[in-house]
């Protein structure tokens, strides 16, 4: 996974307000009911679970709800509360364990980029990782994947139970997709970028002799590489500490001029020297934040403007425009769903939400 980069307090600060749209608390049992629920079963709302729920809301707001907006916390408790039920008696709905560890590990990655915390499109493969941010949370990864479990079998059930107006959504059209790439053509920016390969010496944990050692070692390689017939296509396979790159030829790339997280990763110095370089250049050993580094400039490119018609564009923009439409007929059958359960439900408030 991509580099961190920012305080861990931020991100347990975020991804715990997240977490409370996502986890049904498990009542004290002598935490007072604010609501009852039965559609199946007859299923309390503690004041406690209400309680988490709103604070979490109010630590993202930054501020105080007032009676109203609490209210309506409340309902969309018992709404959450309905579905769900509606969805386990459904013998058609069913999540397996695979998609909750999927969705889990997504919905993540999606907090965390919206804190700031990763990058857009950072991508999480270790699982001792994902376990490790999610207990930071005070909750085990058993009870955060039985949330997402909860959230994927409701959404699951109002799915299944309206595949007809899910399914009846429009593909857009040329003049949509006109409008869609002109209103997002800085997106479609591609700047300054370079391919290279490497021979690559790791001292990301390693200490001052080691590091000291690892340079004195690429040196050498170098060396072996100017003054020998050894090309660098063989001390790659040879030579180089990237078992992922290594095996391709040392390939790395593209790096576009102002990723950041290329920067943060091998350090803008290491980021520069590259770029100063001419396709088919192979530089002396140079030193990033990682390591050093023996480098061969393999491809540049200028930077460009994707046009229109090109079909990544295309479907990016099909696959933007589909997902608003899907979104909002989403939320529109998801309401009738929940209007059509409440109805065949029995809901009892209490105390100040009576």
């Known amino acids: 996974m991509s580099p961190l980069g920012k305080e861990d307090s931020m991100r347990k600060n975020f991804l715990a307000g997240v977490l409370a749209f996502f986890v049904v608390f498990t009542a004290a049992a002598q935490n007072m009911a604010v609501a009852t629920v039965k559609l199946e079963k007859t299923e309390p709302i503690s004041g406690h679970q209400l309680d988490e729920m709103i604070q979490a809301i109010e630590q993202l707001e930054g501020r105080h709800l007032t009676m109203a907006e609490k209210k309506a916390v409340l309902n969309q408790l018992i709404d959450q509360v309905i579905v769900l039920q509606a969805a386990e008696s459904d013998k058609k709905v069913s999540v397996s364990d695979t998609e909750v560890e999927e969705a889990g590990i997504m919905l993540l990655l999606q907090q965390l980029s919206v804190a700031g915390v990763l990058p857009p499109g950072a991508v999480l493969t270790d699982k001792e990782q994902y376990r490790q941010i999610v207990e930071e949370q005070g909750i085990s990864v058993e009870e955060y994947e039985e949330s997402v ?206």
Do not use: C
Not at 186 to 212: L, R
């Open 149 to 354: 479990r909860k959230q994927l079998l409701a959404e699951k059930y109002i799915t299944l139970n309206n595949e007809e107006a899910l399914s009846s959504i429009s593909d857009a059209t040329e003049e949509e997709l006109s409008s869609e790439y002109l209103r997002r053509v800085q997106e479609f920016v591609i700047e300054d970028s370079v391919w290279f390969n490497h021979i690559f010496f790791d001292t990301s944990d390693s200490g001052p002799e080691e590091s000291k050692a690892k340079n004195e070692k690429a040196k050498k390689v170098y060396n072996r590489l100017i003054n020998t017939s050894a090309t660098f296509e063989e001390l790659v396979i040879s030579e180089s500490e990237d078992e992922v790159s290594k095996v391709r030829g040392g390939v790395i790339g593209p790096v576009m001029v102002g990723d950041e997280v290329a920067n943060q990763f091998y350090g803008s110095e290491f980021i520069a020297s590259i770029f100063s370089m001419e396709v088919g250049e192979t530089s002396r050993v140079l030193k990033s934040n990682v390591g050093y580094h023996i480098v061969q400039i393999t491809e540049k490119k200028p930077a460009q403007l994707l046009p229109e018609d090109d079909a990544g564009v295309r479907s990016y923009l099909e696959g933007v425009i589909y997902a608003a439409r899907y979104q909002e007929v989403f939320g529109r059958v998801t309401q009738a769903t929940i209007a059509e359960l409440r109805g065949r439900a029995t809901i009892n408030y209490f105390g100040d939400y009576k």
